[in-house]
């Protein structure tokens, strides 16, 4: 059974910094691209960052280039987002998702995890 368990989120300041860990069990996913969403309740899930099989290329949703980075451990089956200066409208539910791919204009993935809640405060 594939699971993707994220972990990290919590409560942070406007301009902190939270590192999100997401670790993938019940198959390998490192040659698989990895990314990131976020979901604000009643609204759609977002694409923030994927990051291919080899860690050596990463996308970013515009609002968060220069302050979020994507990263990968294959070793450990596990991918990270790595948020610094924090805005209150970071705050969301952030998945992680493995086989992303963007489809047109869409980014997209097969498998999900639960989700971790990031909030900033004002």
């Known amino acids: 059974q594939v699971q993707l368990l994220e972990s990290g989120g919590g409560l942070v300041q406007t301009g902190g910094s939270l590192r999100l860990s997401c670790a993938a069990s019940?198959?390998?996913?490192?040659?698989?691209?990895m990314g990131w969403f976020r979901q604000i309740e009643g609204k759609e899930r977002k694409f923030v960052a994927a990051?291919?099989?080899?860690?050596?290329?990463?996308h970013y949703e515009d609002s968060v280039k220069g302050r979020f980075t994507i990263s990968r451990d294959n070793a450990k089956n596990t991918v990270y987002l790595q948020m610094n200066s924090l805005k209150p409208e970071d705050t969301a539910v952030y998945y992680c998702?493995?086989?992303?791919?963007?489809?047109?204009?869409?980014?997209?993935?097969?498998?999900w995890g639960q989700g971790t809640q990031v909030t900033v405060s004002s």
């Open positions: 019940g198959r390998t996913f490192s040659n698989a691209p």
């Open positions: 998702t493995a086989e992303v791919a963007k489809i047109g204009e869409l980014w997209w993935g097969d498998y």
């Open positions: 990051i291919d099989w080899s860690g050596n290329t990463a």
